[in-house]
């Protein structure tokens, strides 16, 4: 059996600014150390409820954990190009094969082309068009995580732009339809299996419309 964190960490961002503030230092005679942590929900690695993106629709807490816990297979999506669309056939091609009700991971390895921490990491990433996310759709999968900025307009609102709602090809198609989305994985280079037991599963905060998540991979489990 093997572990491969797929988390990206919380901690200082240009797009991000989380406030990790400590108190209480044990050596000088405080008998605890304390961290407080405030940040969005939307940033470093995450799941999506569907009202994130639709009115009315679930929150968070409602994500049964079976939706982002259990079977996943692995699309090697490495040999993407840079800056450049991703359609059905690439997937189709990329897909080991397997159940409904699986969730599917886009792995293009991007985090070990682009540093995270960097514009280029959102601005140069491949992105996926509306007919690859409506063939994820007709997989009928429980959840899909992306190790890229997924949609297109990404690079957009970095810029200040304001983009309709049905260029965010994934949120447009997947969420609304009730897939969960887990974005922001990164190391997926470490990844060797095509298929791999996933754990997603995001902090249980009522009435938020996502939350951050400890994501991991298992290899070697009989999924």
């Known amino acids: 059996m093997r ?60 994500t049964p954990l079976e939706r982002v816990v259990g079977a996943c297979r692995v699309l090697d999506l490495s040999a993407c190009a840079d ?28 985090s070990a082309r682009r540093d995270y921490k960097t514009p280029e990491f959102w601005t140069q990433a491949p992105w996926l068009t509306r007919e690859a996310a409506e063939w994820l759709l007709a997989r009928r999968p429980s959840a899909v995580a992306f190790d890229f900025p997924q949609d297109y307009p990404i690079r957009l609102l970095l810029k200040g732009e304001s983009v309709p709602s049905a260029e965010h090809v994934t949120h447009d198609v997947l969420l609304r339809a009730g897939v969960t989305l887990i974005e922001y994985v990164i190391n997926t280079a470490q990844l060797r299996a095509p298929r791999v037991l996933l754990s997603a599963a995001p902090l249980l905060i009522p009435n938020a419309d996502g939350a951050p998540a400890r994501i991991y991979a298992i290899e070697g489990l009989d999924v």
Do not use: N, Y
Request: hydrophobic residues 45%; aromatic residues 6%; contains cysteine.
């Open 3 to 62: 572990i491969v964190d797929l988390s990206m960490p919380v901690e200082s961002h240009f797009r991000w600014a989380p406030e990790v503030l400590v108190k209480g230092d044990i050596a000088a005679g405080d008998q605890f150390r304390v961290t407080r942590l405030a940040t969005t929900c939307h940033g470093f690695s995450h799941v999506d409820a569907q009202a994130h993106f639709v009115a009315h629709a679930p929150t968070i807490e409602a």
């Open 83 to 110: 800056d450049a669309p991703i359609g059905p056939e690439a997937l189709a091609s990329a897909d080991p094969g397997g159940a409904e009700g699986e969730i599917l991971l886009l792995a293009t390895r991007w």
